[in-house]
């Protein structure tokens, strides 16, 4: 048997209570995570076991696709299709570590500015490397990057 990270176990033993709870959101909505999992694990040339903040990473991307997803939808005139992803993100939500507002992560990105000591946006790739790892799973990339524009145009 491989050893799993309590993360995973958490999701398949939440799997099996939709599963038995006939939540059909739930349980297509795990199974789909647990299967990005999977494919993340098997990726590259060789097998292997995600750590947590690596599956906290894959249900990240998966909330993010379903949060576009979504908003093309509506943009679509699709509302139940945007509905339907919309029930998804919650599932997905619900394993991640709570996001960070603007001002907090305006905040962040003002101490990362300061501690690289950037002056212009040259230097941006300096502060998200530092800033990244602080963020970690409780923003987006697209809303990390913003926050530092802000804080270097500052």
């Avoid at 305006?106 to 530092?130: I, S």
Wanted: proline share 1%; net charge negative; hydrophobic share 45%.
């Amino acid at each position: 048997m491989t050893e799993q990270t309590a993360l995973k176990d958490t999701l398949q033993r939440d799997l099996h209570d939709a599963m038995r709870a006939r939540d059909k959101v739930r349980s297509m909505t795990l199974r789909m995570a647990l299967t990005a999992i999977s494919n993340e694990e098997v990726a590259g040339t060789q097998a292997r076991v995600l750590t947590d903040d690596e599956v906290l990473k894959v249900l990240t991307k998966e909330a993010k696709k379903r949060r576009e997803a979504s908003e093309a939808y509506v943009g679509a005139g699709r509302q139940e299709l945007a509905d339907q992803e919309e029930a998804e993100l919650v599932v997905l939500e619900a394993y991640l570590p709570e996001q960070l507002d603007d001002a907090a992560l305006d905040e962040l990105a003002t101490a990362a500015v300061a501690e690289v000591g950037a002056t212009g946006m040259q230097q941006m790739g300096q502060v998200m490397k530092v800033l990244q790892p602080r963020v970690a799973g409780r923003a987006e990339g697209g809303r990390i990057a913003a926050a530092v524009k802000r804080a270097l145009s500052a």
